[in-house]
Structure formats: structure tokens, C-alpha cells
């Protein structure tokens, strides 16, 4: 794992990315980008780490992966890796939740990777969100579909149970001993699963130009 440094921040916040291995990853967009969905994922990976670096809120980044290639991606970025053996997104997000409390975070962020048009300010607004209320309970950021969740935010002492998966939205908002509460912030709402996903994005015209250029290479 690497251990580098990362800047200061109010609450010290901690961005826990957890990404699949890239041969697992999106199998549902295979009939549209064929072999190229690894590359897809990775470069979305990629861009989720660097946005996240780039938050000033963000104390550090911890990408929690079993694979060699986005491994050796988030640490030249800047982000510290955590390897894990590939049991499952909710197990991967146990360990680094553990790793992140154990090291001294005083807030977890979990943000899939998935996310293409995540930018500073929208998470900029979701911390404030979260110091809206305190620093405290759970808040979340639902799915654009409306049955899952996208990006969660807790102290990292709350016993959070990740239930990441059909339905996680209800779960997480009904989380025992928590008061959950929801984020509306459509830049982080915005992931990327199914085919009609990806035509969805392939029309936004401000599209990231790394993600522009694998729309013109399928």
C-alpha cells in the first residue's frame, strides 16, 4: 500500500473508493464496448481519483482494489491503495472504512468510481451538505435510477454497515442507530451501468475529453 502524504483538511476527510477488477467490471456494456470496457472503467476510475485529489476538502484518497492495473493508476495519481481479494464492493468497503478509522479519519467519504461527471464543487457541496447537519448521521446521494446509492458521507466512527447493491438506497436511509438523510447532488447521482447509460452520456456535450475519445474509438 502506498503512504503518501496528503494535504490538510477541515474534518478530515477521507475519499474511500473501492473499483472491481477490471475484468469484472461493467459486464453489462460489453455488447456495446466489446473489449474496450476495461478501458472505459479504468479511465473512469482514473478521472474519480484525480477529481477526488483535486478537492480541497478532501484530507485523503484510499482506492480499494484487487487490481494490479488501477492499483498502480491511483498511486501514481496520488492516492493511497488498499488491496483486497476481490470478496465483494461491501467487503472491499469494510476494509477501508477499518483502515481509514484505524489511520485517523474523522469522516469517510465512499464514492464509486463510476461517477463521470464528478467535479470539485459538486463535492464541495456535499460536504457542505454534511457539515450542514453537523458532521454527523449518514448522508447520501442517490442513484440517478432511484433505487441505489451513489456517493455516501459519515463519521468514521458510526457503525456503518455498506449495503452497496438492488435496493441500497432504502437500506442505507434506514441504517440502525443513524440518522440518514439524503444529498441531492446530480453530478454525483450520474453512473454509468447499461448501455442506454452510456448513450446518455455519449450526448452531454461537455463530456470530459479523456471520455470523449473512447466514444470515438466504438
Sequence with gaps: MSAMTRKGSDGDIWAIVPVKRLSLAKSRLVPVLGGGRSTFMRTLARRTVETLIAAP???QVLVVTADSEIAADAGSAGAQVLREDGKGLNDA???GIDHARRAGAETCMVVPADLPLLSVGCLTDIVAAFGAQGRSGLGVVRCKD????????FPAGAAVRPCYGPGSFAAHMAMPGLAAFEIDAWQAAFDVDTPADLERLGRIDDLDPALGRLFENN
Design 146 to 153: 432511484g433505487d441505489g446509492t451513489s456517493v455516501t458521507i
Design 57 to 59: 476538502e478532501i484530507a
Design 93 to 95: 468497503l469494510s476494509l
